[in-house]
Structures are given as C-alpha cells and as structure tokens.
C-alpha cells in the first residue's frame, strides 16, 4: 500500500488516500480515521453504488459519522469507477447510463471475484496501519451489496454488515446479467452467518420490493434485521445512516 498524500484533519475525521496493487490492478481508496485516540479503532469498509466512487456525498457523511462514533473507515473505487475511470468517473448520469445500457445488452463484465480480492487486500493493508488492528466490519448499499455481499460471505474477519438495495429475482429473468447476479448472490447469501442489517426502500424503482426480500430471506443468519422504508431506490431516509453507524459501533465497539 503506498499513501498518496499526507493525512488531512477535518472537523470529525482525519482522511488520507492510498493506492493498492492487486494482481495488476491499481486500486484507489481512502481512509477515515476518529480525530482523538490512538486506537485500536474497529475498521469499517465502505462499498458506494454503482456509478458513484469512494468519495460520493454519503459515503464521506457515514465516514464521518463513523469517526465521531470511534471508528475507522476506508472506502475503494469499485472496478471500472472513480479514479480508475479517466478523468475520475464523477459524472453520475454519463457513467449512469452508460451501465444501464451496458447492463440491458448483457455487455457489463462481472467483476465479483476482482472485487473480492480487491477488498480482501485492502483489508489486509489496512489492518498493518498503526490504530487499525480492531475488528472489521462491512457497510454498503446497491452496488455496494452486489459486490461486497460476496466478499463479506468469503471474509471471516468481517464480523457484522450492512446490505441494502439489492435483490435476488425469485424467478429466472431471461437477461443473462441479471441471472448471474441471482445465482451468485444467493449462493452466497446461504453462507452469511453473522449479524446483519438490511435496509429496503418500498418504491425502488430498480429493485423490485420481492427481490429485496427474497436476498434477506436467503441470509443464512438468524441475526438479522429489516429496515423498510417508503420511498425510491435514492432516497434512503438520512437517520437510517444513523442507524447504520450504531449497529455497527454495538457489534464492533464491544469487541475493544
């Protein structure tokens, strides 16, 4: 892992971004650390959504909310977004669109094993930085559980998570993308046994409400609980962030 910058101190947290190689990919991320104590502070990592990157709004709130909780986080540009895009991938509509059309000519790669190992190997980075030894935990939404539902299901050190906006079709759909997204999930969904949090928006207009469902009813845990919320695929209420961060601090604070 190699620093690209000194660490900055903001008003909750203090942030420094980081490069990783991972088997010939270069892999951009950033990390949150609380601005007082010295650690070990748990470590959370943060999965944003797809056409987004490590620094989307929201994700820099909850690393926030985080810090100020007495947690450290660290956040990764997903495959194909972000800084690994030419000219850092920030334009949400082009980079929108560009996937969905992508994803309904069953043209978008699947990225999951390249995924896995790119968090697996930020974690392992991470947890040889000074204060970072705690424990682990997983948070991240739409794309963020398409991809880190997978990692989570094959990393035991993650030890609680949180998933949302996503979904398995109950039902074959005939689009090829979709299909691989049901098999894989599912599969690995079956072998998640640790406490979960899901959160469900109502009126997704992306994820049918049953098949946001039938991903929480496919967790093997029986530690786990629904959030559901009225509303679009983006308009996640912001105390549910809230209560993210206090889900997470009550699995992973304890264990300090």
Do not use: C
């Not at 930020?122 to 000074?130: I, K, N, P």
């Amino acid at each position: 892992m190699e620093w690209t910058g000194g660490a900055v101190a903001g008003t909750s947290a203090t942030e420094q971004e980081f490069v990783l190689e991972v088997e010939g990919r270069t892999v951009p991320g950033v990390l949150w650390r609380p601005l007082t104590g010295a650690g070990p502070w748990p470590l959370v990592l943060l999965g944003h959504g797809g056409a987004l990157h490590k620094r989307s709004d929201y994700i820099v709130a909850l690393a926030k909310r985080l810090a100020r909780a007495g947690m450290a986080s660290a956040a990764i540009d997903a495959a194909g977004h972000g800084a690994r895009l030419p000219g850092g991938g920030t334009d949400f509509q082009k980079l929108w669109d560009e996937r969905q059309a992508r994803r309904d000519r069953g043209e978008l790669p699947d990225e999951t094993e390249n995924m896995v190992a790119d968090w697996k190997a930020t974690l392992d980075a991470l947890q040889h930085v000074e204060g970072l030894a705690g424990p682990a935990g997983y948070w991240g939404l739409s794309m963020g559980t398409l991809f880190g539902l997978p990692f989570v299901a094959a990393e035991p050190r993650i030890q609680v998570a949180v998933f949302g906006l996503m979904g398995i079709a109950p039902a074959p759909t005939g689009n090829a993308w979709l299909e691989r997204i049901r098999t894989r999930l599912g599969a690995d969904a079956a072998r998640i046994d640790l406490p979960v949090l899901m959160l469900i928006q109502r009126d997704d207009e992306l994820v049918p409400f049953e098949n946001a469902i039938a991903l929480f009813d496919a967790l093997k845990t029986r530690d786990k609980r629904l959030h559901l919320n009225p509303g679009r695929h983006v308009e996640v209420p912001r105390e549910e962030f809230d209560h993210s961060a206090a889900f997470l601090a009550q699995h992973l604070m304890a264990e300090r």
